[in-house]
């Protein structure tokens, strides 16, 4: 076989992969948030579909497609038609840059386990997650209706803000790698994970990749018992299910975030890499529904005190002091 | 200090979630474990027998105007020896709240509340009972009361043939 081929195979079967794996892990992780709740709640959660409930994802996608396709009158019906497939787009396309697992040799040929290693990996993370506000701005904004929109505003106000103080956390990360590069980055935490480095971006970043996956207790754009469904309120049948979806995709995108900045990745002993990142991004993922099962949510103007107020100067001083800390300690 | 109240009180919460999160369950799966019902249980309503085995109901339309959601209907009779019953008798079960103050407005202990609250149904209409479902032949939650012979009208002895009873007065001589 010619060697361009079997290159391309290989990106091929990744990506297959890649995509089979993130989708039913999607699926699995809206059934395992509700059944982990529901034990949170000391109630079993869905075990009726299958044995413990194991096909309910199935029926969910079933019941989804069979719905009523719905447009509302006077909404602006390609936006709406195109806001769901941009907040599953932009999830999905993040994950090209996350490394998963230390490069593998098949066939004679280094495989990296990364779709794209870009050495602007951590800019496009960034630019994906401010795009991914469109899906749902555009959606609220395309619905015609006052909670849709009250949705997507607060939606946009919220991701601005944290968006920032997630930049700035990271500024860290990139001064302690001296690279842009996921890959590199996961390198450079060999050792010791930025976590135990630097534990205040840790949390920072925690937190903003919380208010990110717009969940409790950032869950203002949604606010089930304020603004119905909030920006998804029009939305029906699959619309609503790339929504779902997309949101758990973003909840998995976070976690291999989080693992690549500051959990090392891969790295760790014994067990070969691709597991430790699975065990790492499963373990954020339980966080973020247990964060879930705990906390109350926020009020509007107290998220945007915490964000702009605590937060972002609390990056900022990060910055500045790990900026001095690594000149010091250059000597 | 107010910060580490506010600090406490962020992360306690979440030991309280893992803890309760590794408890047993206390939801009971209905289908495959019931519970044991309370024996007054205010379920399915039923129409029962004297213990005699003759029908309770004299269709005196108490329970009706007893309904608050006015979902029982009847059509009063009555048979050659003067004991009242209803031609036909029909009970609303998809209106029913199952509130049992028709079997506190019944007279004659007829109409009845059973356990049984597994009537769940596709159509509508099948909600709708008939006399013919809704008679059993037993007494209900009340095994000794017998209507007519307390009351002795017409049945159980003629008319003015009771102890201590007058002949009935034909009301058109009344007439002025």
Redesign the interface.
């Known amino acids: 076989m010619p060697e361009w081929l079997i290159i391309g195979l290989l990106i091929v079967a990744k990506l297959g992969l890649i995509f089979m794996v993130l989708l039913t892990l999607a699926a699995y992780l809206v059934l395992a948030e509700r059944k982990i709740l529901g034990r949170m709640q000391l109630r079993p959660g869905p075990n009726r579909v299958g044995p413990f409930g194991l096909m309910q994802p199935l029926a969910d996608v079933i019941k989804l497609l069979t719905k009523e396709d719905f447009i509302p009158a006077r909404a602006d019906k390609w936006l709406f038609i195109l806001a769901p497939g941009l907040a599953a787009v932009t999830a999905l396309l993040t994950f090209a840059v996350v490394p998963f697992g230390p490069p593998l040799t098949l066939f004679g040929h280094q495989v990296p386990l990364v779709v794209c290693d870009l050495n602007i990996g951590v800019l496009f993370f960034l630019g994906l997650s401010s795009l991914a506000v469109y899906g749902m701005t555009l959606g609220g904004w395309a619905s015609n209706s006052k909670y849709s929109l009250m949705g997507a505003i607060r939606g946009l106000s919220q991701l601005i803000s944290y968006e920032l103080s997630m930049g700035l956390a990271l500024v860290p990360v990139v001064m302690l790698a001296r690279s842009f590069s996921l890959t590199d980055i996961v390198m450079a935490q060999a050792d010791v994970p930025f976590a135990l480095v630097n534990p205040l971006a840790f949390l920072i970043f925690l937190i903003s990749a919380v208010a990110e996956s717009k969940r409790i207790p950032f869950d203002l754009p949604e606010a089930e018992n304020e603004l119905v469904g909030g920006f998804h309120t029009e939305y029906s049948g699959m619309r609503f299910g790339l929504f779902f979806v997309g949101e758990y995709i973003n909840l998995i995108i976070l976690g291999s975030m989080l693992t690549v900045f500051f959990l090392g990745g891969w790295m760790g002993p014994f067990l070969p890499g691709v597991v430790w990142f699975s065990i790492k991004v499963l373990f954020v993922c339980f966080f973020f529904i247990w964060v879930r099962g705990t906390m109350p949510r926020l009020r509007y103007d107290q998220l945007m005190h915490f964000g702009w107020k605590i937060l972002l100067p609390l990056s900022l001083l990060n910055v500045l002091l790990t900026g001095a800390l690594l000149l010091w300690r250059q000597g | 200090m107010s910060i580490w109240r506010d600090i406490k009180g962020t992360l306690e919460?979440?030991w309280?979630?893992?803890r309760?999160?590794l408890?047993p369950?206390?939801?009971v799966?209905y289908p495959e474990v019931r519970t044991k019902l309370p024996p007054r249980y205010r379920g399915r309503l039923i129409l029962t027998c004297d213990p005699d085995g003759l029908e309770r109901c004299v269709a005196c339309h108490l329970c009706s105007a007893a309904c608050p959601v006015d979902c029982i209907s009847m059509q009063a009779a009555e048979a050659q020896d003067g004991r009242r019953y209803a031609a036909w008798f029909r009970i609303n079960f998809s209106r029913c709240i199952f509130c049992g103050l028709c079997t506190e407005a019944c007279p004659t202990l007829a109409i009845q509340v059973t356990g049984d609250f597994e009537m769940a149904n596709r159509n509508p209409l099948e909600t709708v009972w008939e006399k013919e479902q809704l008679l059993v032949d037993h007494c209900g939650r009340e095994p000794e009361y017998n209507f007519y012979r307390q009351a002795g009208i017409g049945v159980a002895a003629a008319r003015g043939e009771n102890p201590g009873e007058d002949k009935p007065v034909d009301v058109k001589d009344l007439l002025p």
């Open positions: 919460p979440f309280i979630t893992l309760n999160m408890r369950v206390v939801t799966e």
